[in-house]
């Protein structure tokens, strides 16, 4: 069993930052991958990134590359979403979920494990 909360959420302006932090419990996680996903209103939950076991292989959606950066510290079970250059599009319910390999996925129907999430709002 694994258990995700996540944290870091909040209002900030266009342009701005923000770091999303996944606290996880369970003795697997080092041996998981481990994605950040987010659903805007209306809207499907879309894939942002995703993170191998070791935290040596990412890959991100086209939309967010190169001004989100995700990480990981096994040794601390935390998985981190660095969110720079903000975008009121940004604007969604963002969730941490683990699945039961170590490579990562972009499909949701892939992971397991998910946390509650945490709202991240973007100010024009």
């Known amino acids: 069993q694994v258990q995700l909360v996540e944290s870091g959420g909040g209002l900030v302006q266009a342009g701005g930052s923000l770091r999303l932090s996944c606290a996880a419990s369970g003795r697997t996680f080092s041996m998981r991958a481990m994605g950040w996903f987010r659903q805007a209103p209306g809207k499907e939950r879309e894939f942002v990134s995703t993170?191998?076991?070791?935290?040596?292989?990412?890959y991100y959606a086209t939309s967010v590359k190169g001004r989100f950066a995700i990480s990981r510290d096994n040794a601390k079970k935390m998985v981190y979403l660095q969110m720079n250059s903000l975008k009121s599009e940004d604007t969604a319910v963002y969730y941490c979920?683990?699945?039961?390999?170590?490579?990562?996925?972009?499909?949701?129907?892939?992971?397991?494990?998910w946390g509650q999430g945490t709202q991240v709002t973007v100010s024009s």
């Open positions: 979920a683990a699945r039961p390999t170590s490579y990562g996925s972009r499909f949701p129907s892939e992971y397991s494990y």
């Open positions: 993170i191998n076991e070791s935290g040596g292989s990412t």
